[in-house]
């Protein structure tokens, strides 16, 4: 099982960024996904989770309106469009998910692309 995040960059404050998560080892098409954010030396923050077809997506409050998680089954590959990106969004960003069973779950997480907001 490996996730692997891409797309982080340095932007401008209002500027945009389009994160990419790159799914191997387990059926992509059948497990939700999840995005989070870290800041240094805090615990991960929940930004978004999107269900296995992709019909639906939940926001943190902190990103609705500026955020679009999208994935695209047929490649594995889950995005997270940012849009009218603010200084407070500077942080590591990294996509996750849950194998296993409600007794014995198995998370997974990428090891994150960094975003940096600044003028």
């Known amino acids: 099982v490996q996730l692997v995040e891409s797309g982080g960059g340095t932007v401008q404050p209002g500027g945009s960024l389009k994160l990419s998560c790159e799914a191997y080892?387990?059926?992509?098409?059948?497990?939700?996904m999840t995005w989070l954010r870290q800041f240094p030396g805090k615990a991960p923050d929940w930004v978004a989770n999107?269900?296995?077809?992709?019909?639906?997506?939940v926001y943190a409050d902190f990103v609705k309106g500026r955020f679009v998680a999208t994935r695209d089954n047929a490649k594995a590959i889950l995005y997270l469009q940012m849009h009218n990106l603010k200084p407070e969004d500077t942080a590591s960003y990294f996509c996750a998910m849950t194998l296993g069973t409600k007794d014995a779950p198995e998370d997974h997480r990428g090891r994150g692309t960094q975003v940096t907001v600044s003028s």
């Open positions: 999107i269900d296995p077809e992709g019909d639906s997506v």
């Open positions: 080892g387990f059926p992509f098409s059948e497990i939700s």
